[in-house]
């Protein structure tokens, strides 16, 4: 589920024309987001660097206002329009820190799009994940036109809106405690993906220690 869920970022920056049908905007950023990851030079010498750039293709294609004005619901009314603001700010951080971390963990599994709908100025584009043990995972885009382009609001993986779960999450929180708890929760949460992230890797111990010398 974990790497079905990492799938959620492999999406295209996509080219912004009004001709780019939606699968098309999604399967472009497939590549980029994967080159992105999958350089060992740029993760090696430069992880903030690609952190930049994952976010860039996110900001592209994602509509993060919607999508966190749909994961309040009803309390994104309630918000002042500075704390509109920032939710969406923090909401957005979190999301690429932690799905960056799961990319990371692709093995090659195959990405299949199988169709796409649209109805006016909504569609949606159906896949599927298909692991290295042959199992597959439904991942369905749903996205809207903002201007010229399309851009995602959800993603269902095997069924789940991603922002319905969310959307769960946060009511509980906020009717159990507060807002305010829920901010210092993503803030939190954020820190922590961050500090992860920075922490260094393990390295095996067969590729640090040294080759034992041939016996005459």
Not at 17 to 24: D, G, K, N
Not at 114 to 129: H, P, Q
Not at 196 to 209: G, L, Q, Y
Request: glycine share 6%; aromatic share 8%.
């Amino acid at each position: 589920m974990q790497k079905a869920l990492a799938m959620w970022l492999l999406l295209a920056a996509g080219g912004g024309q009004p001709e780019a049908s939606p699968t098309q905007v999604v399967q472009s950023a497939t590549e980029q987001v994967l080159q992105v990851v999958q350089d060992s030079d740029v993760a090696a010498a430069a992880p903030e660097r690609r952190r930049v750039e994952v976010q860039r293709i996110a900001d592209r294609l994602f509509d993060f206002p919607e999508m966190a004005r749909r994961s309040l619901a009803l309390h994104w009314r309630e918000r002042t329009p500075q704390e509109q603001t920032e939710f969406v700010t923090v909401f957005k951080q979190l999301l690429a820190r932690a799905y960056l971390g799961k990319l990371e963990n692709y093995a090659g599994e195959q990405i299949v799009y199988l169709g796409e709908t649209v109805d006016g100025e909504f569609a949606t584009v159906r896949s599927k994940i298909v692991t290295s043990r042959g199992s597959e995972i439904p991942v369905d885009y749903r996205l809207h036109l903002v201007g010229a382009r399309w851009a995602v609001y959800d993603v269902a993986v095997s069924g789940v809106s991603f922002v319905g779960n969310y959307r769960g999450q946060f009511d509980r929180i906020i009717r159990g405690s507060s807002y305010q708890t829920l901010m210092q929760d993503l803030r939190t949460k954020y820190a922590e993906a961050t500090a992860r992230a920075a922490a260094p890797r393990a390295v095996p111990a067969a590729a640090t220690s040294e080759p034992s010398p041939k016996s005459p």
